[in-house]
Nanobody, 120 residues
Framework: EVQVVESGGGLVQAGGSLRLSCATS????????IAWFRQAPGKEREGVSC????????TVVDSLKGRFTMSSDYTKNTVYLQMNSLIPEDTAVYYC?????????????WGQGTQVTVSS
């Protein structure tokens, strides 16, 4: 029932910006979080950010604060990840995850991922 679909990835030059979208369905705004994760080549998946849909509160990992921000548009059932000042190290497949605990619980539903490639 719950589904998430990422979009917005692509190739961008270092220093540029990109906005990823996560379209959701079957998600209860009062209960759910939507989290962004990323997985770079040869590395484990890491958490990026999370949003509580009930009130729009967000958290971003310390290493990405100031460059990445998360938001939601409740009229479109869509969550966004705004990525600014991109660097090649940001290259990864970015996933969104719907669940109760920011992608950390067994209830998590994952999207298929969207590739972000940052060239130097």
């Amino acid at each position: 029932e719950v589904q998430v679909v990422e979009s917005g990835g692509g190739l961008v030059q270092a220093g540029g910006s990109l906005r990823l979208s996560c379209a959701t369905s079957g998600v209860t705004a009062n209960d759910y979080t939507i989290a962004w994760f990323r997985q770079a080549p040869g590395k484990e998946r890491e958490g990026v950010s999370c949003i509580w849909l009930a009130d729009g509160r967000t958290t971003v990992v310390d290493s990405l604060k100031g460059r990445f921000t998360m938001s939601s548009d409740y009229t479109k059932n869509t969550v966004y990840l705004q990525m600014n000042s991109l660097i090649p190290e940001d290259t990864a497949v970015y996933y969104c995850a719907a669940g109760l605990v920011c992608g950390m619980g067994p209830d998590t539903v994952w999207g298929q991922g969207t590739q972000v490639t940052v060239s130097s």
